[in-house]
Antibody
């Protein structure tokens, strides 16, 4: 069965960076893009970007350009999301979710359990 | 960016009711519209893809319709487990964007 397993919760100080991992299993890792979506407390879902595990190409929301980096390790079927220059508004649950991006329609059919990132001094 | 606007932002309904949630895109997105259900403490769950296709395993009381800019999610015979927040999401253009959510509460 498809599983996306996140790394554990993080507490970071403002200005620091955080790197969250998402380990995939149960399918061919390179056949599906991986997206990152976050939800801040009391807010809606926010798309951050996506990575093509087959080659590593990325696309990020303009809002996060310059401080968001998505990478992957095909040997362990793991994708990583690193967000730098953290501010309190980055406190959120961060989700990875996969997308069969090679043919329309595009949708997020499996999601990880999420990683809570708390920014606090 | 394509803006997605859902209405209402919240509603109260009873078990057995029919519920309709609408989603409007700021430009035409053809049928690149998905619906997700989110319950507290859980990851979002895909309900409807490509505007009207029911995701495998999702009960048939959920249905979606629309194309272009206007879309609808309908829940027939509302069940206790359906009380949750629902989000539309467009995958027509990058960045992908979500509606602000519709919270379905128990009346």
């Amino acid at each position: 069965q498809v599983r996306l397993v996140h790394s554990g919760a993080e507490v970071k100080e403002p200005g620091a960076s955080v790197k969250v991992s998402c380990k995939a299993s149960g399918y061919t890792f390179t056949n599906y893009y991986m997206h990152w979506v976050r939800q801040a407390p009391g807010q809606g879902l926010e798309w951050m970007g996506m990575i093509n595990p087959n080659g590593g190409g990325t696309s990020y929301a303009q809002k996060f350009q310059g401080r968001l980096t998505m990478t992957r390790d095909t040997s362990t079927s793991t994708v990583y999301m690193e967000l730098s220059s953290l501010i309190s508004e980055d406190t959120a649950v961060y989700y990875c979710a996969r997308d069969r991006h090679y043919a329309a329609p595009f949708y997020l059919d499996y999601w990880g359990q999420g990683t809570l990132v708390t920014i606090s001094s | 960016d394509i803006q997605m606007t859902q209405s209402p932002s919240s509603l109260s309904a009873s078990v057995g009711d029919r519920v309709t949630i609408t989603c409007r895109a700021s430009q035409s997105i053809a049928n690149y519209l998905n619906w997700y259900q989110r319950k507290p403490g859980k990851a979002p769950n895909l309900l409807i893809l490509a505007a009207s296709s029911l995701q495998s395993g999702v009960p048939s009381r959920f249905s979606g319709s629309g194309s272009g800019t206007d879309f609808t999610l309908t829940i027939n015979n509302l069940q206790p487990e359906d009380f949750a927040t629902y989000y539309c999401q467009q995958s027509y253009g990058v960045p992908w964007t979500f509606g602000q959510g519709t919270k379905v509460e128990i009346k």
